[in-house]
């Protein structure tokens, strides 16, 4: 019986299992890294034992400091979570070694399915269908192929490959990203099925001979090999394809002795035929629509399991309507999706029925590892948070899981909140015509809710309208007269924000009443904001009529050609956040006389996000090739390549490898030819 448990993990999976503990009495211990500490899993957690440092492979990748931080605390067991060392056989066998109950599948099972290589092999002998694999690059027949980690999942470590002059630098790639997440490097090659859906399993097992299958996920919508929407059940199996995907899970775990909680993970061609990827040995991140749709708690499954306990079913449970996830991340899908970091100054998801645990009624979940005030650095992925809509109907579902991401309020860091709701509106996803390539075919996700000009134009003028508002509240004398205010009506009032799509300038005049009797919203060159011309705008007649209706600091009411709308403005700093039906914005205001920035070199290559200098691929006075690899960035687990914009001789590099730079930072210099 389980008294005390330690998750070897952080964040979301850790408030995750925290939550099932409290419910059955199980005490609980956090392990944090210095960038955690504040980390609402370590306020959550009975205990909590630092873990020195910052990087995975000083913290939570040490399975020794992790060992030892359940024997100071007297835990009497550990749940590894998903990542980090939830697949590694080493660590496993290492916590039963140490008389701690291992919340997973035996080791030795962790072994044989953590590796990728051994496991497809195995499992091709119980009859489950593969695709074609390769381990040595010279063997390898037909393209394209897919370059993955043998050890880990999350897309980590995994290439697309087109053609054999590639495949070299896609391996060495997928190595040292798949060494960098999972402390193994080794990776191998399949065959690459094109329009393929991924469609996955779950089973839970016990140590009586148990093995339930608990229906099937979709999880197609991916971007970098990585999923970011969910849902069950799918809309491409039916009652005959589920029968079949269920029984080849099944057999797969009967192959390998398996216990606990697990994911069966296959490759859907648009044929009908399915092939084995790989079966994840632990909790996945997408469990929670399983639970809404089963009414079971898979974390309580688990340690049920791991006490010795037999399963309270032994055949499938009904599922129940339909459940779609979707993952939060900071991080900008139209900047080849970039990392954000920086601190969440709001994050606030309205009308949650319950968090952490299956609902009793159809309705919204949130599973979060983050809170206002929560800082997002480089060091671990860059999920936020998992939202999960469940509903009678997959329609349902999706309409609810899209205005409630429109309504969320996320300030401080990019998200890809945007794209989420745009997916989850798209014709093709409402009809169920998806594949893991949904969106390099639909581009057209990319663009922000806030696209209109018209709705850019009102959401700036209400963040001018609100600022003015804020200073006329904290004026020292005159506090009640209208904002910009004059005897004799003479100029305008002016403000320039650093926008979505650049500069912009608003210009404003009210008239005695307070009333507005003029604004416009026009684009500013950066080499204006001397200020030269600003304020002398040349109006046109294509703004919209709009009428102020209340204008608070934070919040302002306007009437725009006769529909009332309402923003919400949050200012922190000189950035303020709007919020509106019609999307959402960040808005950095400018000041009016901008001191002079010191001009970088010419030919300057910058930091498109903050991180580690990975590798460095040149030296000064090297001549490169327009799109030629120069060095790479690694942030939230992810490696970020940069390369020449054009061809050159490298003048200066004034970073090395190991070397932490911030955004902005200038990497290289380069004398274009």
């Avoid at 007297?74 to 070694?97: K, M, R, T």
């Avoid at 391996?171 to 859906?197: K, L, N, P, Q, W």
């Avoid at 790989?278 to 079971?296: D, S």
């Avoid at 000189?574 to 010419?602: C, T």
Wanted: charged letters at 20%.
């Amino acid at each position: 019986m389980i008294r005390r448990l330690l998750v070897a993990n952080r964040g979301e999976i850790a408030r995750r299992v925290f939550a099932t503990c409290r419910l059955i009495g199980i005490e609980t211990v956090a392990v944090y890294s210095d960038a955690d500490a504040d980390s609402p899993h370590v306020a959550e957690a009975d205990y909590a034992v630092h873990l020195p440092g910052n990087a995975p492979s000083a913290t939570y990748l040490r399975g020794d400091l992790i060992i030892a931080a359940a024997r100071k605390t007297g835990a009497d067991a550990i749940h590894p979570g998903y990542g980090f060392l939830s697949e590694n056989a080493e660590f496993a066998a290492a916590v039963v070694d140490a008389g701690l109950t291992w919340v997973g599948p035996p080791p030795k099972v962790v072994a044989v399915m953590g590796s990728k290589i051994e496991a497809k092999t195995l499992l091709a002998e119980a009859g489950v269908p593969m695709l074609p694999t390769w381990t040595d690059p010279d063997e390898v027949t037909g393209f394209p192929v897919l370059v993955k980690a043998s050890a880990g999942g999350g897309g980590r470590g995994m290439r697309i490959v087109h053609g054999p002059e590639s495949l070299a630098e896609a391996i060495a790639s997928g190595r040292r990203e798949a060494a960098g997440a999972f402390g193994d490097g080794t990776v191998f090659m399949e065959r690459y099925v094109e329009r393929a859906r991924h469609v996955e399993v779950q089973v839970v097992a016990d140590t009586h001979g148990t093995v339930v299958p608990f229906g099937e996920r979709e999880c197609s919508i991916q971007r970098r090999h990585q999923k970011i929407v969910e849902e069950t059940p799918s809309p491409a199996v039916t009652p005959a394809l589920r029968e079949q995907l269920c029984a080849a899970a099944v057999s797969a775990c009967r192959a390998v002795g398996y216990v606990g909680a697990g994911t069966v993970e296959f490759l859907l061609a648009p044929s009908g035929e399915f092939f084995f990827l790989e079966m994840n040995t632990r909790l996945q991140v997408e469990h929670p629509v399983t639970e809404c749709v089963t009414g079971f708690d898979l974390v309580r499954l688990q340690l049920l399991v791991a006490e010795g306990n037999p399963l309270p079913l032994t055949a499938p449970p009904p599922m129940r309507g339909h459940a779609i996830e979707v993952r939060l991340c900071a991080e900008d899908p139209a900047y080849a999706w970039l990392p954000s970091t920086g601190t969440l100054h709001r994050f606030h998801v309205p009308d949650v029925a319950g968090q952490f645990r299956p609902l009793a009624q159809p309705g919204l979940r949130l599973d979060s590892g983050v809170r206002d005030g929560s800082v997002i650095g480089v060091h671990y992925d860059s999920m936020l948070a998992k939202l999960v809509a469940w509903a009678p109907t997959r329609y349902e579902a999706a309409r609810l899981l899209a205005a409630t991401l429109t309504r969320t309020r996320i300030h401080g860091v990019v998200t890809n909140r945007d794209l989420l709701v745009r997916v989850l509106r798209h014709p093709s996803f409402r009809s169920g015509e998806i594949d893991t390539g949904f969106l390099d075919t639909h581009p057209e996700v990319f663009a922000p809710l806030l696209s209109s000009i018209d709705a850019v134009r009102v959401s700036c003028l209400a963040a001018a309208l609100a600022g003015a508002a804020a200073r006329r509240a904290t004026a020292p004398v005159l506090a009640g007269l209208p904002s910009g205010w004059r005897n004799v009506p003479a100029t305008s009032q002016v403000a320039v924000y650093d926008g979505p799509s650049g500069p912009v300038e608003v210009g404003y005049r009210l008239d005695r009443a307070g009333e507005l009797s003029r604004w416009w919203v026009r684009a500013v060159d950066r080499d204006e904001l001397d200020v030269a011309g600003l304020g002398q705008p040349t109006v046109t007649d294509d703004h919209p009529l709009v009428a102020i209706v209340a204008a608070d600091p934070e919040r302002v009411v306007l009437d725009v050609n006769g529909i009332r709308l309402t923003f919400d403005v949050h200012r922190v700093g000189d950035v303020s956040y709007v919020d509106s039906p019609e999307g959402s914005a960040g808005l950095v205001e400018l000041p009016r006389f901008p001191a002079p920035a010191p001009d970088a070199a010419e030919g300057s290559l910058t930091a498109p996000l903050p991180g580690a200098v990975g590798r460095v691929l040149v030296v000064p006075g090297q001549r490169v090739h327009a799109g030629e690899l120069l060095m790479t960035l690694e942030a939230m687990k992810l490696e970020h390549p940069v390369h020449a914009p054009s061809a050159g001789v490298v003048a200066a590099l004034p970073v090395s490898a190991g070397a932490q730079v911030d955004t902005g930072a200038i990497l290289a210099v380069l004398t274009p030819e």
